[in-house]
């Protein structure tokens, strides 16, 4: 009788445990590729860049206001109270002559970035691609050319992955859409129509027409029309048609669930601390997404780095944004910044790609990354300020077999104890550029 037992308890318990392990697995090799990129593009483009921030003689804050909201310039519409048919005849002005998506895409990679996201539809509602679910798209421009598409063959030859932002839960054209707060909340029946004949139609036409790797959704209020049922809605949507494609937390950013796949932090905000699932921080260059002719707010290079190692050490990636102009070319300041920290990631990038936190106590402005390649265990220390020692808690015990400059070799003396170890930090280092890696051979990970 008990051999009986035994034997249902394992021919019922078995399939669901392996199914468990199975999808567990599956969800590993779907997130593998996410977890090693780091660095990603983010591009905020639509008829909003051709106003550059400014509409009939105003121009909008190029910083957040003093209660924190932001006045993005892809906001326009709703900030300065543009009248919709204003806005809407943007359509036909919409012609980025100078267009390339191929450019673009190497301007992405030789930044060092390893997938690539744009807005095919943002609040506005306007579609980026050929939607045959609504008119207000891309091919009724003077342009006429499906950008999704283009974009997407060029990370397929180029090599990138690729993902869209779709703005899920706020539509400015389709009735029944989210509208900011200053509005009254739309009925929820409304929201249903739209949600079931707009926004879920748009999502399905897009993972269909161009299998992407990551829908990246926005939702950044506690309450909205993203109720947990919508939600699962919308993740079974994806799920079912596609099983690769990562979601992400701002599907629902105060109840995101257990089914997505990364965590999205608010806008620029940076973790000091290692979190439990994949994350990503969306980061802008200036203040706003949207190209904004008079928002100077361009933050170096080295502190965008800076951003970059810090997510990296606390296991994160950083999403990068570009506001391209509407005549489809990338603001210089904005290349500029692309092409050094794509310098400093030729010779820096073994600190980042593909590596894992490593939780120790560090000096401030010190990060630390670690990965084994060959059978060989090693553990960078970026430094984003001139210190001449440093000293942390790796005792003998996980003995240092070398210790160089990642970018040139130059070997560091250090000392290791039982306790820790000091590394002389040579003052000449931070000449060329401010933020250094050191590298150092361990016979252990950490
Ligand atoms: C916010 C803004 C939006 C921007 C996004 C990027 O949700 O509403 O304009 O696209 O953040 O993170």
């Not at 509602?125 to 999704?148: C, L, Q």
């Not at 707060?181 to 739209?194: A, L």
């Not at 970026?382 to 077999?401: F, V």
Request: proline share 6%; with cysteine; net charge negative.
């Amino acid at each position: 009788m008990k051999g009986i037992l035994l034997f249902c308890f394992l021919l019922f318990s078995t399939p669901n445990f392996s199914k468990d392990n199975n999808n567990s697995l599956q969800n590993e090799q779907k997130l593998a590729w996410f977890k090693e990129a780091k660095f990603g593009m983010f591009v905020h483009w639509g008829l909003y860049s051709l106003l550059e921030g400014s509409y009939n003689g105003h121009t909008l804050p190029d910083t957040t206001l003093a209660n924190g909201r932001s006045w993005y310039a892809e906001w326009i519409q709703m900030r300065l109270e543009v009248p919709s048919s204003d806005y809407k005849s943007l359509i036909n002005e919409f012609n980025p002559i100078h267009f390339d998506a191929d450019e673009w895409i190497k301007e992405a990679k030789n930044a060092g970035m390893h997938y690539f996201v744009i807005t095919s539809k943002h609040h506005d509602g306007f579609a980026m691609w050929d939607s045959k679910v609504s008119e207000f798209n891309i091919m009724h421009t003077p342009f006429g050319r499906d950008i999704i598409k283009e974009l997407v063959s060029a990370c397929k030859k180029q090599g990138l992955k690729y993902g869209f932002y779709y703005s899920h839960w706020h539509d400015w054209e389709y009735p029944g859409g989210a509208l900011p707060y200053w509005f009254d909340k739309v009925e929820d029946e409304k929201f249903e129509k739209y949600w079931q004949e707009k926004s879920l139609p748009q999502i399905k036409e897009l993972i269909t027409l161009y299998d992407p790797d990551l829908l990246w959704f926005d939702t950044w209020d506690e309450v909205s029309h993203i109720t947990e049922k919508r939600r699962d809605e919308l993740i079974d949507l994806v799920r079912n048609l596609s099983p690769k494609c990562l979601i992400n937390g701002r599907i629902s950013y105060y109840n995101p669930g257990d089914d997505i796949d990364f965590l999205e932090m608010h806008d620029n905000q940076y973790p000091d601390k290692i979190l439990n699932k994949p994350w990503q921080t969306p980061a802008t260059m200036i203040h706003s997404w949207g190209w904004h002719a008079k928002d100077f707010n361009w933050k170096s290079s080295d502190r965008m780095i800076e951003y970059l190692i810090n997510n990296t050490s606390k296991g994160g990636n950083y999403l990068l944004n570009v506001g391209p102009k509407a005549d489809g070319k990338f603001p210089v300041p904005a290349t500029r910044r692309l092409r050094e920290m794509g310098a400093w990631l030729l010779v820096n990038g073994d600190a980042v790609y593909n590596t894992y936190p490593v939780s120790m106590e560090t000096p401030e402005k010190v990060y630390l990354s670690q990965k084994t390649i060959d059978g060989n265990h090693y553990l960078y220390i970026s430094i984003a300020l001139p210190l001449e020692t440093i000293i942390l808690p790796l005792p003998e015990s996980n003995a240092i077999y070398e210790c160089e400059v990642l970018e040139s070799g130059r070997p560091i003396s250090y000392k290791q104890s039982s306790e820790d170890v000091k590394i002389d930090i040579p003052s000449n280092l931070y000449k060329d550029s401010s933020v250094q890696v050191i590298r150092l051979r361990i016979s252990k990970p950490i």
